[in-house]
């Protein structure tokens, strides 16, 4: 599932939910800092982040759930950390 939320001023954030196998973190990481994201492992939850000039990534893998939220010029406060609040519990 992908949610989008944008602004009249052409801000978007696009957030994309999967399931996935519930290995899938160690891959993950090893995938995501070969293309140069940052990653810590906090509470069962991989997260990793990447900003370029076209907007900020943020990759977020616990058990059998990734999360990905990309923005371009916008990102809500606390944003990742209401989504975990629903999701990881």
């Known amino acids: 599932r992908t949610c989008t939320w944008t602004t009249s001023a052409g801000q978007a954030v696009v957030t994309t939910f999967a399931t996935v196998s519930a290995d899938a973190a160690g891959m993950a990481e090893a995938s995501l800092r070969g293309q140069g994201f940052a990653c810590a492992t906090t509470e069962g939850t991989l997260e990793c982040s990447s900003t370029t000039d ?3 990534e943020h990759q977020a893998v616990h058990g059998p759930l ?3 939220t990309v923005s371009s010029a916008w990102y809500p406060e606390d ?3 209401r989504i975990a609040i ?4």
Do not use: I, M, P, S
């Open 86 to 89: 629903h999701l990881w519990q």
């Open 54 to 56: 076209a907007g900020t």
């Open 79 to 81: 944003y990742d950390h």
């Open 66 to 68: 990734w999360v990905t």
